[in-house]
């Protein structure tokens, strides 16, 4: 479904992403674990065509076309879709109408039930904003609700599980297995080994390069044994 | 110049009234008390148990006195409509209010000026609120494509003890043209104001927003917000003041004004002011284009640039 192919990205005369290649496939959670300053969310950005990164080297394949030219709706409009990290506060932007932005004709019960699906109680949230008057966590998990809604085929998830406490967890997991279960692939970003048990496989993640690809319980085991202690980062430099 | 005769004042006042998202129904209700006011005349007064409505019209507009009855508790919300519908006018609106101890009512203003092209409409309103009154006032205005008006709105309001005034100020259909709204409010003890304006200045329009609390009375509270939105070369200054004067008192003053255009300008001026070392005031404002990623959030969902920031302002100015 998705192929990168020997990605670049230089900022500043720095490399950020380092010939990097990866690839999704159609129906399959594919985690990248990698520790803080590796590249993850750039990636995650340069796949979803935001905050002007553009590859500087390399392809990036989406159902046999090059989307590195197109325009960040278009991405969406093909199916790919991304949950921040940190997603944006919006006022005046009710929870309602954020899960119905993403164009599925759906009544108000759906909205009930991605709401259900990551724990959050409809009745509680439907009509709040999506603003500051929500904590950290109460907006990763409508975002993720959002992507939910959206049915995407390509959902980049870029740490679903930061900011969320350990009561909420199971509920964000809970979500991405059913957004797979309805046909989306994944592309799980994290720095948590323990969220990527759910993936199918997992790349692991170093100075913006793929070092290795393999079973979630191997990768993870790997991850912890090197790259806990490791400093190979690349944070970009601004 | 379009002209208007007299038996179709009414009539043309209603149909603007509805366009601009009034309640057509609510103008025929006998049990909604309502006031429609064409330029300098009054078309219908009609009060309910509770309320008086009297009116004077004078050589530029009418003089309203509003009272509302010591412990009413009005059902419905009261309609207001004003407007003047030709291209040219003067409407002075003088207007007193008299909210009396322990009323709780609701008040929904509709200003209209669909063909404005020198018009000017000026609201000077002298309100008082009760003890443990509550009085929430909602204007809406509708403008149409001309941006030739002038609209001057103008309020001291005093909140007695334990009473609530809450007015909201929404000019965000047609063009702006030039306005210029101040309101004041003084509380008492245990009183609280809240002031909101949205306005979406577009082309050539000026807007100038001054919200003043005065928190006099012990546990006051206030807030004064505003939400401007700028395109083209539209220009929008925000001044919002809050004084805290006494102990327990709490203010805070919140302005938001989005650019969007490489012409328009913003500016915000806030002022916390405090006398009384128990009370508080605070202040947020941030002025500047429309948040990137914001947009980009929402074209990951599939929408394009236009239609993200859309959502965007529309979202602000709700």
């Not at chain 2, 309320?51 to 019209?57: A, S």
Request: overall charge neutral; hydrophobic content about 40%.
């Amino acid at each position: 479904m998705l192929r990168v192919e020997n990605l670049q990205l230089t900022l500043n005369g720095k490399s950020i992403i380092n010939d990097l290649s990866l690839h999704v496939n159609k129906g399959e959670i594919h985690g990248i674990l990698g520790e803080n300053g590796t590249g993850k969310t750039t990636i995650a950005y340069l796949i979803m065509g935001v905050n002007n990164y553009k590859p500087t080297g390399g392809r990036m394949i989406f159902e046999d076309e090059n989307i590195a030219d197109l325009s960040v709706s278009q991405r969406a409009k093909k199916g790919i879709t991304l949950a921040w990290q940190e997603p944006a506060k919006i006022e005046g932007l009710t929870v309602r109408d954020y899960l119905k932005l993403g164009g599925n004709n759906f009544g108000i019960e759906q909205v009930r039930y991605y709401l259900g699906t990551v724990g959050m109680d409809p009745a509680q949230y439907l009509d709040r904003d999506i603003d500051s008057t929500l904590s950290g966590g109460e907006r990763k998990r409508i975002e993720l609700a959002s992507v939910l809604a959206m049915q995407p085929k390509l959902a980049i998830l870029d740490e679903p599980d930061s900011g969320i406490d350990i009561v909420s967890l199971p509920f964000i997991m809970n979500g991405i297995v059913e957004m797979n279960r309805r046909g989306s692939s994944v592309l799980l970003i994290t720095h948590n080994e323990k969220v990527v048990e759910i993936a199918h496989r997992v790349s692991v993640l170093c100075a913006g390069r793929i070092l290795m690809t393999g079973a979630p319980a191997e990768m993870s085991q790997w991850f912890k044994d090197n790259c806990r202690k490791c400093l190979h980062i690349n944070v970009p430099e601004y | 110049m379009i002209s208007y005769s007299v038996t179709k004042e009414y009539q043309g006042m209603v149909d603007a009234y509805e366009k601009a998202g009034g309640d057509r129904s609510a103008l025929l209700n006998k049990e909604v008390a309502k006031l429609v006011v064409h330029g300098n005349k009054v078309l219908s007064a009609d009060g309910v148990s509770g309320i008086k409505i009297e009116t004077k019209e004078t050589k530029t507009g009418v003089n309203i006195y509003f009272l509302v009855k010591e412990g009413a508790k009005i059902k419905h919300p009261v309609h207001l409509c004003f407007g003047v519908l030709p291209q040219e006018g003067l409407q002075e609106i003088i207007l007193k209010v008299n909210a009396q101890d322990n009323s709780e009512i609701n008040v929904i203003a509709h200003c209209i000026f669909p063909n404005a092209v020198k018009v000017i409409h000026k609201m000077d309103a002298d309100i008082e609120i009760g003890n443990n009154a509550r009085f929430n006032y909602r204007e809406t205005h509708y403008h149409g494509e001309f941006g030739g008006i002038e609209v001057i709105p103008k309020a001291k309001i005093k909140v007695g003890k334990g009473g609530v005034w809450q007015s909201t100020f929404v000019l965000t259909q047609g063009l702006v043209g030039k306005l210029d709204y101040d309101f004041e409010v003084f509380c008492q003890e245990k009183a609280v104001a809240e002031l909101v304006v949205k306005a979406y200045g577009k082309k050539d329009d000026d807007i100038r927003v001054w919200e003043k609390i005065h928190l006099d009375g012990m546990g006051a509270r206030g807030l004064a917000r505003a939400r401007l939105v700028l395109t083209d070369r539209a220009k929008g200054e925000v001044r919002g003041e809050t004084y805290g004067n006494a102990p327990y008192a709490r203010g805070h003053v919140d302005c938001i004004e989005l650019v969007n255009g490489k012409e328009a300008v913003a500016r915000a001026i806030p002022i916390v002011s405090v006398t009384n070392e128990k009370a508080k005031v605070t202040h947020e404002a941030a002025i500047g284009s429309i948040d990137k990623k914001q947009v980009e959030t929402l074209m990951a969902r599939g929408l394009d640039e236009n239609e993200a920031v859309d959502v965007i302002v529309r979202g602000i100015l709700r």
